[in-house]
Each structure stands twice: as C-alpha cells, then as structure tokens.
C-alpha cells in the first residue's frame, strides 16, 4: 500500500508547482519591456518550477520516504524564494516605482499568499503535524474562499467591458464568495463552538455549490476564450489555471466530507 506522507507530498508538489510555474508566466506577461531584471527573475522561476514539475513526475508511489522528505525540503526553499520575489514586487507596485505595468496589486499579493500556502503545506508533511480535522475544514476554506473570490474579481476586470453579461456574471461571484468568506471567518472566530458536525456539513455543502457553480463558469469562460467567442484580455493559460484550482477546492471538500462521514481524519490531511 503506498505511503500517505509519499502519495500526498508528490500530489501537492504536482499540483503547486505548476501553479508556482504559471505565476512566473502571468507576471512576467505584465511587465514593462524595460524590466528586465524582473523579466530575468520571472523567467527564472518559471525553468526551476518546470524543473521540480518535471522531477515530481519522474517519482513514483512506491518512491522511499526520505527520498520525498529531502525533495519537500528543496522545494519548499525554492517556494520560499518565490515568495519573496513576490513579496518585493508587490512593494514596488504599491510604491509607484513600476508605473505602467499591468500586474494589479491583488494579483500580485493572491499569488503570493498561494506560493505562502505551498510553503507551509511542505513544512507541515516534512514535520508530521496534523491539523486536527474540524480545524483543517475551518482554516482550508478560508484559504480558498478568498482564492475564488479574488479570481472573480480578476475575470471581471480582465474581460472586455462590453461583455457585459459575463462582466455581471463575474461581479455577483465576487458578491457571493465574499459573503461565503465572510461566514467562515464568523466559524472561525467561534472556535471551538462551531466545530460540531452538523454545522461543518452544512458549512461543507453550502461551499460545494457555490464552488461548483463557479467552476462552471470558469469552464465556459475558459472555452469561449479558446474559441475566440468572448473578447478580453484573459490569457487562455489563465482561464485554464483559475478553472483547475476551482477543481482543487472542490477536490478538497470531497475529502473533508468523506473523513465526516467516516468520523475519522484523514492520515495526511491537506
């Protein structure tokens, strides 16, 4: 039987470093031509994440432990640096030092808080620290509740204002997944009160619908882009990207239902 800390490290790494290898693209798309120090750096993080997406691949299941757990190490360092990467430029942003560019301040700290996100995933299977379930299923939500709002945000602003209907589309997710946040912050705050199971079900289902619904539309978005059917300024990469993380919530609430329904927790929880 495969070993849980090698089957969840390898998935993660898979999943995050393409993720991390997309971000380099996307912001190094919307510099000027004459940051060239930030194009180099951009540039350079994309070949080391195609490399570690690469080398992911090349490991199997049966791959021994402490093979995995010196890899996690590597990656998480250079998570770590692409952090900081994006952390810098964030600031220079928001300093008016990049005047022109077309990278938004949010995007910038959304890719940023993702590539925090991986990091701590790393260091918490290299360690062996579990979150306790109801814990994971409060913490992980308000993770990716604030990713998907944030991605309506962007499609709404990168579609062409005369796609109007889309535009709208984009703005009433925007509304939603706030207010879904905006719960789970309210959960949060109630610790330990509001970790009973009937609460965190209902917590669980409410967010799978809307999630599912949003994914939807991503997938439309995305196909009509492909097609040429809807005018914007959405990279095709991008459309694609925004839909798999969708596809990554939903994932990880199938699994947070499935260990309630078990009444059990998941040996390597996500």
């Not at 770590?80 to 990278?103: A, D, E, T, Y």
């Not at 918490?124 to 509740?145: M, R, S």
């Not at 879904?180 to 799978?208: E, G, I, V, Y």
């Not at 097609?227 to 994932?251: G, N, T, W, Y």
Request: include cysteine; glycine fraction near 2%.
């Amino acid at each position: 039987m495969p070993d849980a800390f090698v089957t969840r490290s390898i998935d993660e790494i898979r999943f995050w470093s393409r993720i991390m290898k997309e971000h380099s693209l996307f912001l190094r798309l919307g510099f000027r031509c004459e940051d060239t120090q930030l194009i180099n750096e951009a540039q350079y993080f994309y070949k080391v994440f195609e490399g570690i997406e690469q080398q992911s691949h090349a490991y199997g299941l049966d791959t021994d432990p402490s093979t995995i757990k010196q890899f996690n190490k590597e990656v998480h360092a250079a998570v770590s640096h692409i952090w900081v990467f994006k952390r810098k430029l964030l600031g220079l942003i928001l300093s008016c030092q990049l005047p022109g560019q077309n990278n938004f301040p949010l995007l910038v700290d959304h890719v940023s808080r993702e590539a925090y996100y991986f990091r701590n995933r790393l260091e918490e299977l290299n360690q062996g620290k579990l979150e306790p379930l109801q814990d994971a299923i409060i913490d992980e939500n308000v993770f990716f509740l604030r990713i998907m709002a944030d991605h309506a945000k962007f499609i709404g602003h990168l579609l062409d204002p005369s796609e109007r209907k889309l535009v709208d589309q984009a703005r009433e997710f925007s509304h939603d997944f706030d207010q879904l946040l905006f719960q789970a912050k309210d959960l949060d705050s109630m610790r330990p009160q509001s970790q009973t199971k009937p609460l965190l079900d209902q917590f669980l289902d409410q967010n799978r619908v809307s999630v599912k619904s949003l994914r939807d539309f991503k997938q439309t978005a995305r196909d009509l882009i492909y097609q040429c059917k809807v005018k914007s300024i959405i990279h095709p990469l991008l459309a694609d990207h925004v839909f798999r993380e969708a596809e990554r919530f939903l994932e990880i609430i199938d699994m947070f239902e499935g260990a309630l329904t078990a009444k059990r927790e998941p040996s390597i929880h996500l």
